[in-house]
């Protein structure tokens, strides 16, 4: 192997190695994101008003797994992306370009009485020293988001133990919450006897005169008028 074809491998490898490293970061995404839920379910269905001890030993226990799977996701945003600064590696120049570049030193050569040989060597020289810059570049970069990885990785078991601890006093809270029935407090006011109720029912009963009797007199006004008339005839 010459010396172009080393660099140049080189130079490969670190592209290689930068895809590898992007594609294993999924892994860590779908851990963080059942992390992520396991945690939620637990706050939010965990009873904080019964136990004072237990809901505290739940609260630190749950603080701290957020601590942790929250460098976790800090990391794994780094080693994606770096924030703002972002991770430029170094690619080679477009084929373009690096044609219009051999045709200038050509047409160097060849105006100063030189040998083609010499262009194409200087052509050569520069395509190394390019798979040099850029093989170095990039394996810096790898690196960095290998670090970054490695802290998340690292960051994620630790939250991965913290849930788990977790499940011991929400299991015991959801055990002592599952039998009991749920029980609906209702406040009074204004309150009244039953007493006084049936006293009042029965004198508006009292109260109220039957529709019926009025009916009769209104429908029969002639008897009251015949019982009029016969108390005033005279007798014999």
Aim: glycine content about 6%; aromatic content about 14%; some cysteine.
């Amino acid at each position: 192997m010459d010396q172009s074809e080393f660099y140049k491998d080189q130079y490969d490898r670190s592209l290689d190695r930068k895809n590898e490293i992007n594609s294993s970061l999924s892994t860590p995404i779908g851990i963080l994101s059942a992390i992520v839920a396991g945690l939620f379910y637990a706050t939010t269905n965990f009873v904080y008003s019964d136990n004072w001890i237990l809901s505290v030993i739940f609260i630190l226990i749950g603080c701290c797994t957020f601590y942790l799977l929250s460098r976790s996701i800090f990391h794994l945003a780094k080693a994606l992306s770096d924030f703002q600064h972002g991770y430029q590696y170094a690619y080679l120049p477009m084929s373009k370009g690096l044609d219009d570049y051999y045709q200038e030193l050509l047409q160097y050569y060849q105006s100063h009485n030189k040998h083609i040989e010499d262009a194409k060597a200087d052509f050569e020289k520069y395509l190394i020293s390019l798979f040099i810059e850029g093989s170095d570049i990039n394996r810096r970069n790898n690196e960095d988001k290998m670090f970054q990885r490695f802290r998340c990785h690292q960051f994620m078991i630790y939250a991965f133990i913290s849930l788990a601890l977790l499940i011991a006093p929400f299991a015991v809270n959801f055990g002592v919450e599952k039998g009991k029935e749920k029980i609906q407090k209702v406040r009074l006011t204004d309150t009244v006897r039953i007493s006084e109720i049936a006293k009042d029912t029965n004198s508006y009963g009292k109260d109220k005169k039957p529709r019926h009797n009025q009916t009769n007199a209104a429908a029969h006004p002639t008897d009251s008028g015949r019982s009029r008339s016969k108390s005033c005839r005279p007798g014999g």
